[in-house]
C-alpha cells in the first residue's frame, strides 16, 4: 500500500516562524534601503542591530531620526510593554506591534509584516485559547495583508476563523475578523465571496448593534463598496441612498465613513453605462463638493483625503475601480 502523501507545511507551524520572520526583515530592510543610508536606529541607536546584524528600516511616518530602526528593536519594545501591561494589569500596550508611539501611524507593509511574524513568533507557544495567541495570529494575517502577500494573509485569516469559532468567541470578534476576510477576499479578486461576507458582516452588526452605530456603518460602506466593483450599479446606488442619510445624522458630514459613503455613490453613478448627463453631471458635483469638505477636513496631501475622495477618472476611460473597503 503506498505511502500517503504529507500534509504541506502550515504557515502557522511552529518552525515556520522563525525562518520567515528572517526572510520577513531581510525583505523590509531591502525596500527601505534608499531611506535608511546613514540612519541609526532610534532604539538601540547603532545602525546594525548588536545581535542580528539586521539594517534598518523606515517604518512610519515620523520625520527625522525617530521614522528609523530595526524591526527586532521594535519587536523587543513591543514585546517587553506588552508583557509589563500583562503582569501588571495595565492599559493593553498591544499597539506597539503595529504602530508607531510616537506618529500613531500604523507600519507600513512590509515594516507590519515583518512585526507580524515577530508577534507570532513571540505568543505561538501559548495554550489555544490565550487571547494573546489569539491576537498574535490576527496582528501577522494583517501584516502580510498589508505587504500585500494575500494568499498567505487568507490562509491565516482562514485559520484564525476556524479558531475563534471552534472556542466559541464573541460574535464582534467572529464579524471584526470576517471583515479583514472579505476585504481579502476582494484583493484576490474573489468578488462574490467578498460581497457575500460583507453582507453576513452588516446583517450582524445590524443585529448586534443597530443602525446607527459607527462598526455598522463601516459594514455598510463596504457593502456599497463591494456592490459597486461587481458593477451592481443600481443595488449600491439604492444602498447609499439609504445609508448616507444614516450617517450624516450619527457621525457627521465631514466623518470620512461619510464622504467615503458620498464618494462611492458618485463613482456608481458615473460608472453606470446606463448613467444619464444628468447622472454624469451629478456624480461630479458631488465628488467635487466631497473633495472639498476633505481638503478642509484633513488636508489636501494626507491618505484619509485621499481615501475619501479618490478622483473620478476622464469619462467613459477604462480605470479599475478604487478600494473603498475599510478593515476592521
Not at 546584524?53 to 528609523?68: P, W
Not at 487571547?131 to 496582528?139: D, I, N, P, T
Not at 498589508?146 to 464573541?170: K, N, Q
Request: hydrophobic content about 35%.
Amino acid at each position: 500500500m503506498a505511502a500517503s502523501a504529507a500534509a504541506p507545511p502550515s504557515l502557522l507551524d511552529a518552525d515556520m516562524a522563525a525562518p520567515k520572520y528572517t526572510e520577513a526583515v531581510a525583505e523590509a530592510v531591502e525596500k527601505c534601503a534608499g531611506d535608511t543610508k546613514g540612519q541609526t536606529c532610534y532604539i538601540c541607536t547603532e545602525a546594525l542591530h548588536w545581535k542580528t546584524k539586521e539594517g534598518l528600516v523606515r517604518m512610519c511616518a515620523c520625520r527625522g531620526t525617530s521614522g528609523f530602526a530595526h524591526v527586532s528593536c521594535l519587536a523587543e519594545q513591543a514585546k517587553i510593554l506588552c508583557a509589563e501591561a500583562e503582569e501588571n494589569n495595565k492599559v493593553s500596550q498591544w499597539h506597539r506591534w503595529h504602530t508607531c508611539s510616537l506618529c500613531e501611524q500604523k507600519y507600513h507593509g512590509d515594516v507590519a509584516c515583518a512585526l507580524g511574524w515577530a508577534c507570532w513568533k513571540t505568543y505561538l507557544g501559548r495554550p489555544e485559547v490565550d487571547e494573546l495567541r489569539r491576537m498574535g495570529m490576527e496582528q501577522l494575517g494583517n501584516g502580510l495583508s498589508r505587504a500585500e502577500h494575500y494568499e498567505d494573509a487568507l490562509s491565516v485569516m482562514e485559520a484564525e476563523l476556524a479558531t475563534l469559532r471552534r472556542l466559541g468567541a464573541s460574535e464582534a470578534n467572529i464579524l471584526g475578523l470576517q471583515t479583514n476576510l472579505a476585504c481579502t477576499y476582494g484583493e484576490l479578486g474573489r468578488l462574490g465571496e467578498a460581497s457575500n461576507m460583507f453582507h453576513d458582516v452588516y446583517s450582524g452588526r445590524l443585529k448586534l448593534y443597530g443602525e446607527e452605530h459607527q462598526g455598522t456603518l463601516r459594514a455598510a460602506l463596504n457593502c456599497a463598496a463591494s456592490l459597486n466593483q461587481q458593477e451592481r450599479f443600481e443595488e449600491a446606488n439604492s444602498f447609499m441612498r439609504k445609508m448616507m442619510p444614516v450617517a450624516r445624522r450619527v457621525i457627521g458630514e465631514n466623518h470620512e465613513f461619510t464622504l467615503r459613503m458620498r464618494s462611492i455613490y458618485a463613482r456608481t453613478l458615473y460608472d453606470d453605462p446606463a448613467a444619464t448627463l444628468d447622472d454624469l453631471r451629478e456624480a461630479v458635483a458631488l465628488l467635487e463638493d466631497t473633495d472639498r469638505i476633505a481638503r478642509r477636513v484633513f488636508g489636501a496631501s494626507t491618505n484619509t483625503r485621499q481615501r475619501a475622495s479618490p478622483s473620478l477618472p476622464p469619462p467613459r476611460s477604462p480605470s479599475p475601480r478604487p478600494t473603498w473597503h475599510v478593515k476592521n
